[in-house]
């Protein structure tokens, strides 16, 4: 699946992923009129609003962008009926083709996070047969837990040749409180104090070793390292030279396109960028104003057609 | 909540949780074969019979423990039906008087985690009517992100009268990889070097200041400390006195009555213990195993009754 990913950029020319998190401030108010005339304002409803809303913004950016990548928070707020919309978004991208990242930001102990990745990327036995649970191709995965954690992710990616993305270094204003916090280096680390994300971005390296498709490739085991913080990016970039680095925090959260270039290789791959709100809810900021609820969807397109330039402009510039 | 815990801890003796985490590997053959008979070999089939397996187990333990704690990763590994069975599982416990405790680990950016809090423990807007998601009682959540993906869930806690675990040394034997690592202690900290777990405990203890539903009480903000890490559940407990302590990893994982004491405050409150395998699959331990299949439910109360004996005879044995 990372294969498959990379040859998508390869081919769309954009290392962008466009975050599927609905919320319903941003559906347009014909969409939530005609889902609440159906099933009134309950979940169902609410459900049936944000999975139309997703569906037009798919149909408008699928051949642009390679991958998306639905937030289940945002569908699991609505219970059942949230959960099952999430499943239809999964279901509906990989129809399109799309590379689908599950962000899910889930890890246990050991035998838990078997659990979450045979649903969320493996099959599940159940008698004599075997299912597909919520089947993305990709899963987030938080690493407090440590090696237990993360190693049960690995053994179904292997099976499934899907992938994961481990939390490294988090986009948000609180994420140094742990993540920044100087570690006592070890005799075998060479014994030098390093920041807590370095410790986790050399494990994500190492479990990646295990996890390539073919020697030297990209490893199926990705990391999350945000737009927000371009001088740990540049770090980890050359920390990880082999790990693909999912990069949330671009537009709404403040990465600017200049800030993105310590993410990607010299090869010009080995990231690929998020914007949730930035495109999802283009209509509503006011340089696509003109599009209206009615074309929030032509608002997105036009809005992955800008970040393209800004993320090629960026790596143009870098010389 | 954290109130309601307490007086039903009081009252049962029992500081007890039974872990609902149901694998098709601990449901008896007649339960299986009655689901499967009903619905097929499917997500539909796996879903009814780990709900029955629970609503046996819980009829059988609801007068001996105070709570109970679905690990929602066994039920999403059977996607929507499974789903639907957590939620059925946890509207019966309720029912039943159960405290409820969401063993979900979520955590995100600020956004993010307030929808997870909206969808776990709180209400969530749809038009002008709110609607409870899954409606837990309380919420394990995992710190990784830093405050800004703990504060969501303090919010709706304060506002529905709710409750959060905090991961801060989980019972894994990898947890010491990042959790154990020696942080370099800040000047305003004292500038001593100390455990990632102790930086994690006192921001615990800070969050839980402001969260205490009266004064010198227990506050709704509690941490998880693994039962097989007595040494550091010891010095957690004096790092943080008026938080609860959730403690898995009794019985199955390694953990025995004489390591528990540690995690108790003199009031012989303070913590509550887990067990999920010990509990519910205990019919296919040797010591339980005349109950057969058909009398699982039995077996799993004479083992909360062992259990509660154990701790019981450990914290009279402290003297």
Known sequence: MINKLISKIRKTNAPIVVGLDPMMKYVPEHIQKAAFSEFGETLEGAAEAIWQFNRGIVDAVCDLVPAVKPQIAMYEQFGIPGLTAFKKTVEYCKQKDLVVIGDVKRGDIGSTSEAYAVGHLGKVQVGGRSYYGLDEDFATVNPYL?????????????????????????????????????????????????????????????????????????????????????????????????????????????????????????????????????????????????????????????????????????LDGRG
Chains 1, 2 share one sequence.
Not at 251 to 262: N, S, T, Y
């Open 146 to 314: 440590g090696s237990d954690g993360v190693k049960p992710f690995l053994k179904v990616c292997s099976e499934e040749k899907k992938g994961i993305f481990v939390l490294v270094k988090t986009s948000n204003p609180s994420s140094g409180e742990l993540q920044d916090r100087l570690v006592k280096g070890t005799a075998e680390e060479g014994g030098e104090d390093r920041p807590l994300y370095e410790i986790v971005g050399r494990q994500v390296a190492a479990w990646g070793e295990q996890c390539m498709p073919s020697e030297g490739s990209y490893s199926y085991v990705g990391a999350v390292v945000g737009a927000t913080y371009p001088e740990q990016g540049r770090i980890l970039r050359k920390l990880m030279p082999n790990t693909f680095i999912l990069v949330p925090g671009y537009g709404a959260q403040g990465g600017k396109g200049a800030d993105l270039v310590h993410f990607f290789n010299e090869d010009g791959l080995g990231a690929i960028i998020n914007s949730s709100r930035g495109i999802i809810a283009a209509y509503q900021q006011e340089q696509y104003s003109h599009f209206g609820g009615e074309g929030y969807a032509d608002a997105s397109r036009e809005a992955v057609l800008a970040m393209r330039e800004d993320i090629a402009a960026a």
